[in-house]
């Protein structure tokens, strides 16, 4: 047992899970659908006046569902939906981080956390179309246990009455259409594939000194005591997307050939800031209404395959690619 309570030790696991899905309506309608809740208990290491340890507790609760719908000959959709949520009470939990000062970690932002809808619609044996939105709704908190107190270190290191508050949001949403398209020309056999997508990434970040200030202990009776603003940041980051590759064959030779073109730029989101309770005068409302990133990247980046089959049996292969691919430009630059 004293083995055990110099480090972190699990006390119970639990996992609930249910999962159901079949025909609605035949060769027309099916449905899906699960629902998982683990749970996970901790004790941390603990200190010399709790050597017990500190209580970590991490419930992760998820459900999934889906459909599939057959609503014409040449028609079909699905739709599906998730939601996910990671509630953690006592995370950090340590010798310097006493349960007071230790989060709770849950979801924040709006549910579910993410969804679908997508069609397929063949006009005719040459050409098929395929539409698509999705929305995430990315997010959490870690707020501390301790409340609205203001947090302090002593001179061991060890964080007492409470500690920081942080809120994030991460929603995206997007809009996309993929075709393909079949046709000869003379003895060339095409099939083009072409298609757009249009997407929106935001991210906001709060960060909150509870309080309005922390204080540091120096020893000798003397402290240090920092006086904070919120910090309140938002980016919107958009990307937009057009790419065509076509795919032909003459004789023993299929190329693939194709060119994406990509723009990406954002906003810095504007944001107001209440002014520090503790010192108002030294620390104001800050009002920011926000501006264009300033700047867009733009990029063109090939594809390229080559396949040749030797031989009249095409039984040996060869071979060639290239391809170019160009980062995505994150939220945080």
Do not use: C
Request: no cysteine.
């Amino acid at each position: 047992q004293t083995v055990l309570r110099q480090g972190n030790r699990i006390v119970k696991v639990q996992d609930y899970g249910a999962e159901l899905g079949g025909p609605i309506v035949k060769d027309r309608l099916w449905i899906w659908g699960s629902y998982s809740k683990p749970k996970i208990s901790l004790r941390t290491i603990g200190t010399a006046a709790i050597p017990e340890g500190f209580s970590d507790l991490t419930t992760l609760e998820d459900w999934n569902g889906k459909i599939n719908a057959q609503i014409t000959a040449s028609n079909s959709a699905t739709a599906f939906g998730w939601n996910s949520d990671k509630v953690k009470l006592g995370r950090n939990a340590g010798p310097t981080r006493p349960q007071e000062t230790t989060w709770n970690q849950g979801k924040f932002g709006p549910s579910p956390t993410a969804y679908k809808v997508e069609d397929t619609h063949v006009f005719s044996s040459n050409f098929y179309l395929t539409g698509m939105y999705s929305k995430v709704n990315g997010g959490f908190q870690l707020a501390p246990q301790g409340g609205d107190r203001v947090p302090f270190l002593d001179t061991n290191g060890i964080w007492h009455q409470s500690f920081f508050l942080i809120q994030i949001e991460r929603p995206q949403e997007q809009f996309k259409a993929d075709a393909s398209t079949f046709f000869n020309t003379g003895t060339l056999s095409h099939e083009l594939k072409y298609g757009a997508s249009v997407r929106t990434a935001e991210q906001t970040t709060l960060s909150r000194t509870q309080g309005g200030g922390y204080e540091i202990a120096v020893g000798g009776g003397t402290s240090f005591y920092a006086i904070a603003r919120d910090q309140f940041v938002g980016v919107e980051a958009e990307y937009d997307s057009v790419y065509l590759q076509d795919t032909f064959s003459i004789g023993n030779l299929t190329a693939n050939v194709g060119v994406r073109y990509d723009k990406q730029g954002g906003d810095n989101v504007g944001k107001n800031v209440a002014a520090n309770r503790l010192t108002p005068d030294l620390l104001p409302a800050i009002n920011y209404a926000g501006q264009s990133a300033g700047f867009e990247w733009e990029t063109i980046v090939p594809r390229l395959g080559l396949t040749y089959a030797l031989g009249a049996e095409r039984k040996t292969l060869l071979r060639f690619s290239y391809s170019q691919f160009a980062d995505q430009l994150a939220t945080g630059f």
